[in-house]
């Protein structure tokens, strides 16, 4: 389905933040890369690049969130080792595919402004917990304890993330198999009900 030129820019926004990180995304750039018209950025922004780097942090937590639905729904079997394991294998997949360029625009924002920006601390905040709530639901299904489920959760996205970044300084995808086998064991172990 067409997006049309406000959503183009936030994901851009998203895309560039990956890569550039916050600082050295510029609005003409993202205008540029949304293949947007000029003047569209003050009409749909009116609070400018806080406003629509704001935007592409909840885009970007809403599509974690997104993916974590369907990397479960898509399990044989499913258990919570095999869920971090697909999450992880989205990395690894892209890092092998298209190189160590992108990282995860969450990391990049905090990384870049948000010891300078506390609307932006915030925005990333809510983007990681609506990535982090949907993990702990399907840790829920999957037989963890509601007790649990959020701590597995926090454990799964903060060893995913440092991975990730771990993956992009070392040019390597190790980083990635290694979470994803060590911490299975530990995953599966919190699950009650087969």
Not at 103 to 121: F, K, Y
Not at 141 to 164: H, K, N, Q
Not at 175 to 184: G, K, N, Q, R, Y
Request: glycine share 8%; charged share 25%; with cysteine.
């Amino acid at each position: 389905m067409p997006r049309s030129p406000r959503e183009r820019m936030v994901f851009s926004a998203a895309q560039l933040i990956r890569t550039q990180g916050v600082s050295g995304t510029g609005l003409r750039d993202v205008v540029e890369h949304a293949e947007a018209p000029r003047g569209s950025l003050q009409h749909y922004f009116p609070g400018g690049k806080e406003q629509l780097v704001d935007e592409a942090v909840a885009w970007a937590g809403s599509y974690a969130a997104r993916r974590v639905r369907e990397y479960a729904e898509a399990l044989e079997d499913p258990t919570p080792g095999k869920l971090f394991a697909a999450m992880a294998r989205q990395w690894r997949d892209e890092f092998t595919r298209t190189g160590f360029a992108g990282g995860c625009p969450l990391v990049a924002a905090t990384a870049d402004s948000a010891a300078a920006s506390e609307r932006l601390r915030k925005s990333v905040g809510a983007a990681f917990a609506a990535w982090q709530a949907p993990v702990a639901g399907e840790l829920e299904r999957m037989g963890v304890p509601e007790r649990r489920s959020g701590t597995l959760a926090l454990l799964m996205l903060s060893a995913l993330e440092g991975a990730i970044v771990l993956a992009r300084a070392h040019h390597d995808v190790a980083p990635l198999d290694a979470v994803a086998t060590e911490l299975a064991p530990v995953l599966d172990g919190a699950a009650t009900r087969a």
